[in-house]
């Protein structure tokens, strides 16, 4: 199977954004702070596996730093804000 028609970097650019998408989704509806967690450490696998010097790999590793630093901010925020709706 070769991906056909798209890449195999558009395929891993395609799912990390759809991993981000549904970790968005799930820390907003459920708080899933540990769900997120485990997204970012599979991105941060993703990084160490790839190489800095090929251009197909590094935009691989900026798309899934970007995502790592959204969850992050994202989460941070939720997390912040998590007591301010009970009173």
């Known amino acids: ?3 056909c028609p798209l890449s195999e ?3 891993t650019i395609i799912m990390i954004l759809g ?3 549904l970790t968005i989704t799930k820390l907003t509806i459920n708080r899933a ?3 997120a ?6 991105l ?3 990084i ?3 190489d800095i010097n090929s ?19 994202f989460g941070g925020y939720l997390w912040a804000t998590r007591h301010r709706n009970l009173a």
């Not at 967690?37 to 599979?42: L, S």
């Not at 251009?55 to 901010?73: F, K, N, P, Q, R």
């Open 37 to 42: 967690a485990v997204v970012i450490w599979a």
């Open 55 to 73: 251009i197909d790999e590094s935009t691989i590793i900026y798309v899934s730093t970007a995502s790592i630093l959204i969850i992050g901010s």
């Open 19 to 21: 991993a981000l998408a």
């Open 1 to 3: 199977w070769t991906g």
């Open 9 to 11: 970097m558009s395929w």
């Open 33 to 35: 702070f540990i769900f």
């Open 48 to 50: 160490a596996k790839r």
């Open 44 to 46: 941060i696998g993703i």
